[in-house]
């Protein structure tokens, strides 16, 4: 017959309840929330990388390519620590922020900064970006500390995406 008592078994459950909360709580935290990408959200982009060499890849939830693509850019991000990489979802039709969010951890990016189109209007918000910009998706945005911008449309590829870091240490 066991010496301990019910209060003891209920302590000791309570006290692992919590840890597990506080565990949940903490790898919880640590993900960032998709932000709302409305009428003058790449100002506001660009003005927090400015100097900054910084990439923008654009994605999308309805995109099969995109989704193929981005546990690419995880293996990217971990290897390159001079990676400072954005992520926007820029569907056509603005997704539930969860769901934006559920795809960015399952590709293991749920840390990095990420924005998702938030206006209908998503014709505004592409002519913001690039007024040439038709929408497709992937698009990636190589920017130089001066600003200057190399667009690698498509799936974009990665070497190319070392070899810009690479010269952006140079400079």
Not at 18 to 26: C, D, K, N, W
Not at 97 to 107: A, D, Q
Not at 122 to 132: C, G, K, T, V
Request: proline share 8%; with cysteine; hydrophobic share 40%.
């Amino acid at each position: 017959m066991s010496s301990r008592t019910p209060s003891m078994t209920i302590a000791r459950l309570s006290a692992l309840l919590a840890l597990l909360l506080t565990v949940f709580a903490v790898g919880r935290a640590e993900a960032v929330e998709p932000q709302p990408f409305a009428r003058g959200s790449w100002a506001e982009l660009q003005a927090r990388h400015a100097g900054q060499p910084t990439v923008v890849h654009l994605w999308g939830l309805t995109c099969a390519p995109c989704l193929t693509e981005l546990p690419h850019w995880a293996d990217l991000q971990r290897e390159r620590s001079d990676l400072r990489l954005v992520l926007l979802a820029a569907d056509p039709v603005p997704q539930p922020p969860v769901r934006v969010e559920e795809m960015l951890s399952r590709s293991g990016l749920d840390k990095l900064e990420s924005w998702s189109f938030a206006d209908r209007f998503n014709e505004r918000l592409r002519y913001e970006i690039d007024p040439a910009w038709s929408g497709e998706l992937p698009r990636t945005l190589l920017i130089d500390r001066d600003g200057t911008v190399t667009t690698l449309p498509g799936v974009a590829d990665l070497g190319e995406v070392r070899a810009w870091l690479d010269r952006q240490r140079t400079h």
